[in-house]
C-alpha cells in the first residue's frame, strides 16, 4: 500500500467532486506498491507578470525513482467542444485542458527555482465520464483516466511513470512537495520574546503598587517568587529619578543587586547591606581586615551603631529581599530616608535563608501577592504539590516551551541560589 500525505483525508463534504476525489486517492492508496507516495490538495504557488496565481492539485504521485504524475480529477459530466474539455460549475464552464497545461507548466518552474530536476507528467481523470473514439480531443486520450479505465487506476498510473528519469535528490522532492521548509529556533529572539512576555505578564504590581497612598509612606510586599518584585523596584526607580527624587535600592544578596544596576538608571544608588557596611566603614574609621573571621560583623556593628548620625538623604527607599534582614539592620537603613519619604520594603518568606527574629512596621499598608508569572505551569505544581512554599502560589504564566531538563533546572535553582548564597557569606 502506498504512503498518503497527509496521512489525514479532508473531512467528507456533501459534494460529488470531494467524494471522487477522496475515492481517487483511496483507490491510489490501495493499488499502489508501498514505495510510492501520494500527496493530496498540493497547494501551488506562482508568480506570472509580476503576479501572484494560487492554485491546488488534486493528486501528485512520487513513483520510487522520483518522477512525479500530476492528477487533476474532475466528477461529473463535462462538456467536449471543438476539441476542448470543460467542466461546469453552476453556469460557468471551465477549461479543463488549460488548468492542467497551467498546472504543469506552474510545477516544472517551481521545481526548476528550487533546484530539482525530474520527470513531470500530468493525466486527467474523469471517473464518471467516457471518451469516444470519435472526440478528438486537446489533452491526449491516452492521458486521459475515464469510466472505462477507472477500475484500473493504479495500473495506469504506473503506466504514465514508467518512462523518463528520476530525481537525484529524492529527499528535496519530498520536502518540496510536502511544502516544507527547514528553519532553525533562533535562541536569542526566544530569550527575548520570553523575557519580554514575562514583563508584560508580571506587570501588576509595577503598576498599582506605585498608586497606592500609605498616610506614612511605608508600604511593605509579601510577594512569592515569580510575582515582578524586580519590575517593581525598576519602576520606581525609573519613576524617582524622572522626577529628581533621591531613591536608593538596598538588598541583601550582592548577585542582585549587581543585575539591578546593570538595569537600573544611573543616578540611582543600588547596593547591597554589607557591601553599604563595607564602604562605611571604609570611609569614616579604617581599611576592613577581611583575613579576620568576624570582619563582616565588626563592620555591621559599627554601622548600626553610628546610623544614629546619618543624614536622611533619600526621598525614596527600596528594600529587597526584606526576610533576610536583621531589624537592627533595617532600622539603621531607614535612617538614610527623609521624614517625608517613601519607603516600600518587599520580602518573600519562602526564600528565607536564615532564621531571622520577626519585626513589624507601625502605619504601613500591607500587600500580599501569590502570583507567579514566571515559571511553567509545571513547575509551579510540583512546588504546590511538595509544599514548599505557603500558602500555595497561583500559576499565572502560559508558557510551556521548556524542556523536561530545562523544567528541572528551574525547579532547582532556587534551592542551589540558597546554599550558593550561604557558602559565600
Known amino acids: 500500500m502506498a504512503l498518503l500525505f497527509p496521512s489525514a483525508l479532508p473531512v467528507l463534504k456533501q459534494n460529488g467532486g470531494r467524494f471522487r476525489e477522496l475515492d481517487v486517492i483511496d483507490r ?5 506498491p508501498e514505495h ?12 506570472q507578470s509580476d503576479a501572484d496565481h494560487f492554485g491546488e492539485i488534486d493528486v501528485v504521485v512520487l513513483d520510487p525513482l522520483g518522477k512525479i504524475l500530476l492528477m487533476e480529477v474532475k466528477a461529473g459530466s463535462v462538456v467536449v467542444r471543438d476539441g476542448d474539455v470543460f467542466k461546469l460549475y453552476g453556469n460557468k464552464e471551465h477549461d479543463i485542458g488549460r488548468q492542467c497545461k497551467v498546472q ?7 521545481l526548476l527555482e528550487a533546484g530539482i530536476r525530474t520527470t513531470v507528467n500530468t493525466c486527467l481523470v474523469i471517473p464518471d465520464y467516457s471518451i469516444q473514439d470519435a472526440h478528438i480531443l486537446s489533452i491526449p486520450q491516452e492521458r486521459i483516466i475515464d469510466a472505462g479505465k477507472y477500475a484500473n487506476l493504479g495500473t495506469w498510473v504506473r503506466e504514465f511513470l514508467s518512462a523518463g528519469t528520476g530525481c537525484a535528490d529524492l529527499p528535496a522532492l519530498r520536502q518540496f512537495l510536502r511544502n516544507e521548509f527547514r528553519v532553525t529556533t ?12 514575562v514583563r508584560q505578564l508580571s506587570d501588576g504590581l509595577a503598576t498599582w503598587i506605585p498608586r497606592i497612598t500609605s498616610p506614612s509612606g511605608n508600604i511593605r510586599i509579601q510577594a512569592t517568587a515569580g510575582s515582578g518584585k524586580t519590575q517593581l523596584a525598576l519602576k520606581l526607580l525609573e519613576s524617582a529619578t524622572a522626577q529628581s527624587r533621591s531613591v536608593a535600592y538596598v538588598c541583601y544578596n550582592r548577585s542582585l543587586a549587581d543585575h539591578l544596576r546593570s538595569i537600573a538608571p544611573p543616578r540611582a544608588t543600588i547596593t547591597n547591606f554589607h557591601e ?3 564602604e562605611h566603614f571604609r570611609r569614616h574609621h579604617a581599611e576592613p581586615d577581611f583575613s579576620s573571621a568576624a570582619v563582616f560583623d565588626t563592620i555591621t556593628q559599627v554601622y548600626i551603631e553610628d546610623s544614629a548620625n546619618f543624614e536622611a538623604r533619600f526621598d525614596v527607599l527600596i528594600i529587597d529581599e526584606g526576610q533576610d534582614f536583621e531589624p537592627a539592620w533595617l532600622e539603621s537603613v ?5 521624614d517625608d519619604g517613601q519607603l516600600f520594603l518587599m520580602e518573600d518568606d519562602d526564600q528565607r535563608l536564615y532564621d531571622r527574629p520577626k519585626f513589624d512596621l507601625q502605619d504601613t499598608v500591607h500587600i500580599t501577592c501569590r502570583d507567579n508569572y514566571r515559571s511553567p505551569r509545571v513547575i509551579c505544581d510540583v512546588i504546590n504539590a511538595l509544599g514548599l512554599t505557603s500558602p ?9 516551551i521548556y524542556s523536561l531538563h530545562e523544567q528541572i533546572r528551574l525547579l532547582l535553582l532556587p534551592f542551589l541560589e540558597r546554599l550558593n548564597r550561604r557558602l559565600m557569606l
Open 104 to 110: 504543469y507548466g506552474a510545477m516544472r518552474n517551481r
Open 28 to 32: 491510489l492508496q490501495q493499488s499502489l
Open 334 to 338: 531607614c535612617m538614610l530616608l527623609k
Open 276 to 278: 553599604m557596611c563595607v
Open 186 to 197: 533562533d535562541l536569542a529572539l526566544m530569550r527575548d520574546q520570553v523575557q519580554r512576555t
Open 36 to 47: 510510492y507516495e501520494i500527496f493530496h490538495n498540493v497547494p501551488l504557488h506562482s508568480i
Open 392 to 400: 500555595s502560589i497561583h500559576v499565572k504564566t502560559r508558557l510551556v
